[in-house]
């Protein structure tokens, strides 16, 4: 290992990795990994292990220094109101995961310049609609248990993903036709999907429950919402739900048919 590599991880993650001496991979064994010849190729910070962050680090870029690189993994850390950092998906990554971090804000449309095999974004706080670009990114993308609304992202001409996650939003509208034929797994568990029930060949995988598909109706056990609140296709139209006489807010639908609740997260 070099000791430039030492004093990268040192500059971007200043109150983790405190000893910038050589060596650092023996010194930090939970949190890098290093290949035979000594080059950092997997950092692993999760918040219950390591000293806290209070941000993701604007210098990341600096992490291309870091030849052999291939994991980031943060996880866990209170990142409340702090966003994402454009550099990250600059990075040349396999896998990418800054899941379970309170992350808020956008998704920017730099999201398509990612190139690796894994891209996981999942439970954060994330808002606002999903870019179209981020299906130009990695193979495998969990967005899974944020807070999206609109429609689900165009489908490009060129692809990379074959593994979609968008369970537990707000995500309204119909699913694109090549959706089912060009995603071999698609998870679309509880948002405001509506239209034709969507079947799949036994050679992809497709989870539904908890939509306002035709097939699903308030009858449905997986369906614990007002299927008036989906068809108005409008989060935020403050307009009566269903037979329940009650004007469910942005973010909230009619719960048992008799009060506005919030959508239940995946446990």
Same mark, same amino acid.
């Given at each position: ?14 109150? %983790? ?7 650092? +991979? $023996? ?14 190729i997997s950092i692993c910070?999760?918040?219950? %292990? +390591? ?27 209170? /990142?409340?109101? +702090? ?22 804000? $956008?998704? *920017?449309?730099?999201?398509? $310049?990612?190139?690796? @095999? ?11 609609? %999903? *870019?179209?670009? %981020? ?7 969990? /967005? ?31 699913? *694109? ?18 239209? *034709? ?11 539904? @429950?908890?939509? =306002?598909?035709? @097939? ?10 007002? $299927? ?19 004007? =469910?807010?942005?973010?909230?639908? +009619?719960?048992?048919? @008799?009060? =506005? ?6 446990r």
């Amino acid at each position: 290992m070099t000791a430039a590599e030492c004093v990268i991880i040192n500059t971007v993650f200043p109150t %983790i990795f405190t000893n910038p001496a050589p060596g650092c +991979c $023996s010194l930090y064994p939970k949190q890098l990994t290093c290949n035979a010849q000594g080059n950092i190729i997997s950092i692993c910070l999760a918040g219950d %292990i +390591c000293a806290p962050i209070v941000a993701l680090p604007d210098n990341c870029n600096q992490l291309t220094g870091l030849t052999c690189l291939k994991t980031l993994k943060i996880n866990k850390f209170k /990142l409340d109101n +702090c966003k994402l950092v454009d550099h990250l998906f600059d990075l040349p990554l396999t896998l990418l995961d800054l899941s379970d971090n309170g992350l808020t804000g $956008s998704i *920017p449309s730099s999201v398509g $310049s990612f190139a690796g @095999d894994t891209l996981d974004l999942s439970k954060n706080n994330f808002e606002g609609t %999903i *870019p179209d670009a %981020i299906l130009n990114s990695a193979s495998t993308v969990s /967005l899974a248990e944020n807070s999206f609304t609109g429609p689900l992202p165009a489908w490009p001409q060129k692809s990379r993903t074959t593994v979609l996650d968008v369970s537990y939003n707000y995500i309204t509208g119909m699913i *694109p036709a090549n959706y089912l034929s060009k995603l071999t797994d698609l998870d679309i568990t509880s948002n405001f999907l509506y239209g *034709p029930a969507p079947t799949v060949s036994k050679k992809h995988t497709l989870e539904r @429950d908890e939509n =306002c598909f035709d @097939d699903q109706t308030l009858k449905s056990k997986k369906l614990p919402r007002n $299927s008036d609140c989906c068809d108005s296709g409008n989060l935020g139209d403050d307009r009566n739900c269903g037979d329940c006489g009650i004007a =469910c807010k942005k973010k909230s639908f +009619c719960l048992n048919n @008799d009060h =506005c609740g919030k959508k239940p997260k995946a446990r």
